[in-house]
């Protein structure tokens, strides 16, 4: 009787003990889940940064702080804009990266970014595996220009002139392993054509020399030559996308011109940190949706050089993954070293 009377206690005490250790965790999910239910409704609760691997003042970060105003008054939540350039953008995703992946700290990535992957050796991080997508932003294609006048009228002419001297025709793009230097390197394996690239370190350099009858033909984006083409200064003889531009509907495409399989179109997108929440990011999506089918908005990237568009987080991915490959092929058929 006594042995009972002192046992039965103990004997309590363990399974009680190892009911406890069940419920413990039951009980902190249940009370975790209808938090975190919770955050990703109310979200976004307080303001929200978007880090650029671009300095202020140029094109992408202007575009990007018109559609952060928009976008901020969509969410009621002010849109910051954080300027990371450098280090092939590896400074602005380690600055994406160390923060918390709720929503509150977004990323700018491009076609700069899939070029960064194949063209450094320790770009320090995995813009595929880091990233969650959300939305593309913009996309902008290149054109091919001669100087206003000159003898290259049309791509017609360059490519005869190209084929009658090979290695004779000079064409100038800004630095090594940029988009447009790339693009150039692309037309050249694509239209089995040989021709000069010339690097230079800025759009207006490379304007100085076309005019100067340095250069026979330039390869830089819409918004970089906008005023050249405006100012007649310059003629546009292709664009580099599989359609005519929808800014230079008048502007022949390569391919139209017989270079069958030229296609570069540059972009730019925002996403999320690795780990994001799908709710956070299925509403940035909508909203992003709807700011770039805005006409106002639409306009003021025409303006600019640059369609604004939108897309679904699986298609602004599935681009990234596609030119970190085709442009791993360019630079390597290239013979570009490694950075």
């Known amino acids: 009787m006594h042995f009972d009377m002192v046992r039965k206690p103990e004997g309590m005490l363990r399974r009680t ?8 965790p039951a009980i902190a999910l249940a ?8 955050a990703q409704a109310d979200y976004p609760s307080r303001d929200i940064t978007l880090v650029l691997p671009f300095g202020p003042g140029g094109i992408a970060d202007i575009t990007s702080r018109v559609v952060a105003d928009a976008l901020g008054k969509k969410l009621g939540r ?3 804009i954080l300027n990371q350039p450098g280090a092939g953008g590896a400074t602005a995703a380690r600055a994406a990266l160390n923060a918390e992946a709720d929503g509150y700290t977004l990323a700018l990535l491009s076609n700069g ?7 450094f050796k320790n770009l320090q991080f995995d813009p595929v595996k880091d990233f969650t997508p959300v939305s593309s932003l913009a996309y902008f ?11 290259f009228k049309t791509l017609k002419d360059v490519l005869e002139a190209a084929k009658a001297d090979p290695g004779g025709l000079n064409v100038g793009t800004i630095n090594v392993g940029s988009s447009q230097n790339l693009a150039a390197e692309l037309f050249k394996s694509t239209s089995g054509i040989d021709f000069t690239i010339v690097p230079y370190k800025a759009t207006p350099d490379l304007l100085v020399a076309l005019l100067g009858d340095e250069l026979d033909v330039i390869v830089d984006s819409q918004t970089a030559l906008k005023a050249a083409l405006t100012q007649g200064q310059a003629t546009a003889v292709a664009s580099s996308g599989p359609t005519r531009s929808k800014l230079l509907p008048d502007v022949p495409t390569a391919q139209e011109q017989g270079v069958a399989g030229f296609d570069v ?3 730019n997108g925002v996403f999320a940190p690795a780990g994001t929440p799908e709710e956070v990011v299925k509403k940035l999506n909508a909203a992003l949706v709807d700011v770039l089918a805005d006409p ?4 003021r990237f025409a303006d600019l050089g640059v369609e604004a568009r939108s897309s ?21 058929k290239a013979g570009i070293p490694q950075q």
């Open 17 to 24: 003990a190892r009911v406890m250790t069940w419920l413990l």
């Open 31 to 38: 009370v975790a889940a209808p938090v975190g239910v919770q």
């Open 78 to 80: 002010q849109i910051v």
């Open 113 to 119: 970014t899939a070029i960064s992957v194949p063209l």
């Open 141 to 151: 294609d290149f054109v091919f220009v001669t100087k206003a006048g000159g003898k």
């Open 265 to 267: 179109t540059s972009w």
């Open 296 to 299: 106002a908005i639409q306009k």
């Open 312 to 332: 679904t987080p699986q298609e602004i991915g599935d681009r990234l993954k596609s030119d970190i490959a085709k442009w791993g092929e360019v630079i390597k």
